[in-house]
């Protein structure tokens, strides 16, 4: 059943370690209520990308990327 699928929150990706953590810090500094975040290293493309600590359903995922999208940050939903 995909709708039980579940999904990371994913803010951005980028091609140096240096620039996640700074993008991820600048993101703490504007809300710090927003979900917990980490950077992951993405092996195939060298990408270090934000994600959320925690998965959700697609429906929360998309709840989520919404408000972040109203607040003018990127957002996408991530497949585990």
Known sequence: NISNKEYRIQLGAFGKFSNADRYLNGLV???S???KLFIEEDNLTGLFKIKSVRSFSKDEGKSIC????????NCILSLI
């Open 29 to 31: 500094v504007k809300d």
């Open 33 to 35: 209520q927003i979900i």
């Open 66 to 73: 919404i408000n972040f999208k109203n607040i003018n940050i």
